[in-house]
């Protein structure tokens, strides 16, 4: 099927893209890689009158480390995100998380910025993120705002995101010491949407102790949810495996997954805790190795 007609608008600026979006407000919609918007103009679910495409704006496409904070350009592809040597060093959970979406020619198009803007209950990025406690700024003709990511996804599809608003970066708090990470998924093979996915991140102090403990999970509701049960489990704690095991079965608390033809709400249900353990191993390890 082919979408409603349009008219294309193509910013060479920031300021220009942001001028477009002060004009027409409402009527128009932000094309990046495209992953999203086309399939949902070609199903009619999207009938913008104006599409401001975003490729020219290179100004946005960035990773780099100020302070305390890892900053990455809305443009910056999931192959970028991946294969990208501050992230790996400083924080490989995000880089981790970009090697798992799609496939090699969705990485090379798609961007953060258009994965966060779209919200997919399924997508990958929203666990990392909220398990890092990142934080999206949003910028307008009037100003510029920062929202964090638990805050800005609202529910499936759903941000909170003014019409005259487009998605800059992504700030990430630096994370120091003995820190280890990991991203599972269980995946649905056609399209490599998570079923369920998990990050999780763990901090242990200089006598092994773990100081932070940070679980983010997608798939599991209508956006990306913390497991604070599990986190509290085990913070303060010489985390062993068993921990690990006893922490794991809270990953499931007060969840409430949707059934669908991918996986019934039980078995979302169970594979939370599952990949929550797995991940949480994984991530002790590589904190080990630090300490």
């Given at each position: 099927m082919y979408p409603p007609s349009f008219k294309l608008l193509v910013?060479?600026?920031l300021d220009e893209?942001?001028?477009m979006l002060a004009e027409h407000g409402g009527e128009a919609k932000l094309l990046a890689g495209g992953h999203s918007l086309i399939p949902l103009m070609k199903l009619r679910l999207a009938r913008p009158a104006y599409v401001i495409y975003l490729g020219k704006l290179k100004e946005l496409s960035y990773i780099r480390e100020e302070g305390d904070t890892i900053r990455v350009?809305?443009?910056t592809t999931h192959s970028e995100i991946e294969s990208s040597e501050l992230l790996r060093e400083r924080c490989p959970l995000l880089a981790e998380t970009a090697s798992k979406i799609g496939d090699r020619q969705v990485r090379n198009m798609g961007t953060i910025g258009g994965s966060i803007a779209h919200a997919d209950p399924a997508a990958d990025y929203p666990a990392?993120?909220?398990a890092l406690e990142a934080e999206v700024v949003l910028k307008s003709v009037n100003g510029e705002r920062a929202v964090k990511?638990?805050?800005f996804i609202k529910g499936p599809y759903i941000t909170d995101i003014d019409p005259q608003e487009l998605i800059t970066e992504i700030r990430i708090p630096v994370v120091n010491g003995a820190v280890g990470?990991?991203?599972e998924k269980l995946v649905f093979r056609a399209s490599d949407f998570a079923i369920v996915g998990v990050a999780a991140l763990i901090v242990l102090g200089k006598d092994g102790t773990a100081e932070r403990v940070r679980v983010g999970m997608t798939g599991v509701a209508e956006g990306p949810v913390r497991a604070q049960g599990v986190e509290e489990e085990?913070?303060?704690k010489k985390i062993t495996e068993e921990d690990i095991d006893k922490a794991s079965k809270k990953a499931s608390?007060?969840?409430n997954p949707p059934s669908d033809i991918r996986a019934s709400s039980e078995y979302r249900k169970a594979m939370a805790e599952a990949l929550t353990r797995r991940a949480l191993i994984k991530a002790l390890s590589e904190a080990k190795k630090k300490a």
């Open positions: 910013p060479q600026s893209a942001l001028k350009g809305a443009l990392a993120l909220v990511v638990s805050d990470s990991s991203y085990l913070e303060g608390e007060g969840l």
